[in-house]
């Protein structure tokens, strides 16, 4: 029957771990420590003390400070988006001259929808033939309220 080399020496180790190598490992990791913390202060004060040599940087807290080149961040998203809201219901809603020197006028939706019911869509009559490139289109004489010029 074939042993193991572990179960040979009792299965477990016989020595513990040297103390006088754990101290000086514990001694070597403090010093390292310590080194770098000497570093790094006398690298943070010779940086404080140095002078940029190039253009002037501001603290980043100390007054006012230029704008970014556009496009820039919004500063309060939902108030712009309420007053593009309002802006699209006044021109949904109200009545108001799209093209002055054509009669081209914008009207409100309510008020459009009545006016289609009154006066029905353009249609084609039903037995007329394929418009071709001679025949004009059979439209009723008024094209007012349809967002075209009033005849």
Do not use: C, H
Not at 40 to 62: D, E, I, M, T
Not at 115 to 137: F, M, S, W, Y
């Amino acid at each position: 029957m074939a042993t193991s080399p572990q179960a040979a020496n009792g299965g477990y180790e016989k020595s513990d771990a040297s103390p006088r190598g754990l101290v000086y490992f514990a001694l070597i990791v403090a010093g390292i420590l310590v080194l770098t913390l000497l570093s790094l202060r006398w690298l943070f004060g010779y940086f404080q003390k140095a002078k940029n040599p190039g253009s002037f940087v501001a603290a980043p807290f100390a007054g006012e400070r230029p704008l970014p080149p556009p496009p820039r961040i919004q500063p309060d998203p939902g108030a712009d988006m309420q007053s593009y809201f309002q802006s699209q219901q006044d021109l949904l809603n109200t009545y108001g001259w799209i093209d002055r020197q054509n009669g081209i006028v914008r009207l409100p939706i309510d008020r459009a929808m009545e006016l289609i019911l009154q006066r029905g869509l353009p249609t084609r009559a039903v037995n007329a033939p394929g418009i071709g490139a001679g025949q004009k289109e059979n439209r009723p004489a008024s094209n007012a309220g349809r967002g075209g010029p009033a005849k």
